[in-house]
């Protein structure tokens, strides 16, 4: 056989916390960035307001990820933080604070390629929210 299968994990996974569905939201936008880059270097200097829709909540973070990870990809814009205007389970509406990359001056970590629906959890716990996310790196 010209081939062998080889075992090789390339994911990364997060588990976030909120109080409410809204900082839970915005935690899981930082939590993706932060193993992007280090967001203290970002001054968040311009802003724009973006659109999601999901099929539930779930559905709905890993598609807010997706989007913010594609926002990265075709405008090479990094986000420094997200203002959740208005969230429903199937739908959210933000404003996104970002800064366009400069190799000179943004250090790049991890590069994440994919969100994906392994293992992808959105629920209420008894003190607030909890959402699992893997990532392909």
């Known amino acids: 056989m010209p081939y062998e299968l080889m075992d090789h994990t390339a994911d990364l996974g997060i588990r976030v916390t909120g109080n409410d ?15 992007m880059t280090d967001l203290a270097g970002l001054k968040g200097e311009h802003q724009e307001k973006i659109e999601v829709s999901g099929r539930d909540q779930t559905d709905l ?11 990265w990809t075709l405008n090479a814009s ?4 997200v203002m959740i205007d208005e969230l429903t389970p199937t739908h959210l509406i933000a404003d996104i604070f970002y800064d366009r990359y400069s190799p000179g001056h943004h ?3 991890t590069e994440i390629k994919a969100v994906t629906y392994h293992k992808a959890s959105v629920a209420q716990t008894g003190t607030g ?9």
Not at 21 to 35: D, G, N, P, T, W
Not at 129 to 137: L, N, P, Q, S
Request: charged share 25%; glycine share 0%.
């Open 21 to 35: 569905i809204k900082e839970l939201f915005a935690a899981a936008a930082s939590a993706m960035f932060e193993q």
């Open 61 to 71: 973070m890993i598609n807010w990820l997706r989007e913010l990870l594609s926002f």
């Open 78 to 81: 990094l986000v420094k933080r």
């Open 107 to 109: 250090e790049m970590d």
């Open 129 to 137: 929210w909890e959402a699992t996310v893997i990532f392909d790196v």
